[in-house]
């Protein structure tokens, strides 16, 4: 077993032990992904998601039922696009999330604005802020957010279902050759991701070098010039679906056929769906892109021959 999977396994473990030795107690105390404490009296009956991935952490923890509102672009699985909506995960209706009276909401910590989350402080709503950073932060969450509705059982199973299909990942592609690789989050303004970034922990898993992993912002801007300075081996996008497009950003990189990525054919687009989500379906991202850099390798072996 792998070092992260162990990690994983304890994680969850660790959780799990946590999370019965309150269960005789009154309240329910779940420590969110900032080290904050979130207490509630009873399971919560009443959830606000204001992000599309945490509305799929709930839906798989087994609390969908239990979702009052979501925001916008919460479109998995089918039940939710029937969710009421209180806005987007940067524009929020405020009075309408109030007079839902949640009883929880769970937030994306990067992508809600510090006031907003201040503002539903002050109202006394009890927040849990999802910020995972590594694959094994998902099955953490699953199993925290359970506890919170109330459906720990099924929170587990799903936690231990991500578990065993990651670790089977890992075991597949463990050893491959390195790929290093430039992922574009954005093409205007050119953004990118860091070596923190649950995206890097993926990339990772299938064996591949983020270029810009030692980079201080979660999502930093960089050049073009500085892609082209790393000549990276790949370089990876995201779209609407995972075939290659005059709008698919790549345009750039396509005019730069002295770059070892375009000059082997190794633009890539992603589905982000899946692999921009940190929920379950993530890992049908992870593997397809572990399939692809391993296209990657072989075009690389080619061209050394």
């Not at 989050?185 to 810009?212: E, Y």
Request: glycine share 6%.
């Amino acid at each position: 077993m792998s070092v992260v999977a162990h990690s994983v396994r304890m994680a969850i473990f660790g959780v799990a032990i946590a999370l019965s030795a309150v269960a005789g107690a009154a309240d329910i105390d779940v420590v969110d992904d900032t080290g904050a404490h979130v207490v509630l009296a009873a399971p919560a009956r009443r959830i606000v998601s204001l992000a599309p991935h945490t509305t799929e952490l709930l839906f798989a923890a087994g609390a969908g039922d239990r979702i009052a509102a979501t925001v916008d672009y919460s479109d998995y699985p089918e039940a939710a696009k029937a969710l009421p909506r209180v806005g987007s995960s940067s524009l929020l209706d405020m009075e309408r999330l109030v007079a839902l009276k949640p009883d929880l909401v769970v937030v994306w910590r990067s992508g809600t604005s510090p006031a907003r989350v201040e503002a539903l402080r002050a109202l006394g709503i009890p927040i849990y802020l999802n910020e995972p950073h590594a694959l094994a932060d998902i099955p953490a969450a699953l199993v925290k957010l359970g506890t919170l509705a109330g459906t720990g059982e099924s929170a587990r199973r799903a936690a231990a279902a991500f578990d065993a299909r990651m670790r089977e990942l890992q075991s597949r592609y463990a050893g491959r050759r390195s790929v290093r690789l430039f992922w574009q989050i954005w093409a205007q303004p050119l953004m990118t991701v860091n070596g923190k970034h649950v995206i890097s922990d993926a990339v990772r898993l299938c064996g591949g070098v983020n270029v810009f992993a030692d980079l201080a912002p979660l999502v930093p801007a960089v050049t073009v010039e500085s892609v082209v300075a790393a000549n990276p081996e790949a370089i990876v996008t995201t779209g609407t679906d995972a075939a290659a497009s005059a709008d698919d950003g790549l345009a750039q990189w396509r005019a730069l056929p002295r770059l070892t990525a375009t000059a082997r054919g190794n633009l890539i687009v992603l589905d982000a769906e899946t692999i921009h989500r940190q929920a379950p379906r993530v890992l049908d991202g992870v593997a397809t892109l572990c399939a692809r850099l391993d296209d990657v390798r072989a075009r690389g072996d080619a061209a050394r021959r």
